[in-house]
């Protein structure tokens, strides 16, 4: 079983609004990481924060960390049609970092 | 300043040939990783390098799979035999830290065909 999880496995929102996707994982972690991967393309590192941290912002995103709730929340706001790709939160297990399967994010324009 | 280089980005080939992806990591990072993503089983590390020494290849799923870094700026993963279930896409990451849970970068990938 994976240790992190996204959710919604795909999300399709208008140019302009708001995205929320959201990660559970499984056991305790030093931090969690978010990546974008745009079609054919490889993973690029959106946002890390670690464990002690709740809330970190880096321009149009916001990420938020709940160690009690072993969750995490990835907000995109003012969505543009570039943001469109899927998104996926790593956490570390062990020595590794294990990726979840993703949330699709397709905005419209 | 250039990312992480992968080779080729295209392979296409028949069951049974060797199959050789080339990576170069970042200039000055210590950590190397190959990840495997599919449809079915999503991104799958395979193997990680520290400092061209490997670290965990528990990911790698059978003996055809063999991974080497001769030095700091070059590392190969090689299939032999190839199967059609190994078809995917290959991606090769870095990070600048001597370990497996900080940012990596990720080049490309190959995309791997099996017929």
């Known amino acids: 079983s994976q240790q992190g999880e996204e959710d919604p496995q795909a999300l399709s929102i208008q140019e302009g609004e708001n995205a929320t996707m959201n990660c559970s994982y499984k056991?305790?972690?030093?931090?969690l990481q978010w990546y974008r991967q745009n079609s054919g393309r490889g993973l690029v590192h959106l946002i890390l924060?670690?464990?002690?941290?709740r809330e970190k912002h880096s321009g149009r995103l916001r990420v938020t960390l709940d160690t009690s709730k072993k969750s995490s929340s990835l907000l995109i706001t003012a969505s543009r049609a570039a943001d469109t790709a899927s998104y996926f939160c790593a956490t570390d297990y062990g020595n590794k970092l294990v990726f979840g399967a993703g949330t699709i994010l397709r905005v419209k324009s | 300043d250039a990312g992480v280089i992968q080779s080729p980005r295209h392979e296409v080939t028949e069951m049974g040939q060797e199959v050789t992806l080339r990576c170069k990591p970042i200039s000055g990072h210590n950590s190397l990783f190959w990840y495997r993503q599919t449809m079915m089983r999503g991104l799958e590390l395979l193997i990680y390098f520290n400092n061209n020494v490997p670290i965990d290849d528990s990911g790698m799923p059978e003996d055809r799979f063999s991974a080497k870094m001769p030095n700091a700026s070059f590392s190969t993963l090689k299939i032999q035999p190839s199967e059609p279930r190994d078809s995917a896409v290959y991606f090769c990451?870095?990070?600048?830290?001597?370990?497996?849970?900080?940012?990596?970068?990720f080049g490309p990938g190959t995309r791997l065909t099996v017929l």
């Open positions: 990451a870095s990070s600048i830290l001597s370990g497996s849970t900080d940012t990596q970068y």
């Open positions: 056991t305790s972690i030093n931090n």
């Open positions: 924060i670690r464990s002690n941290e």
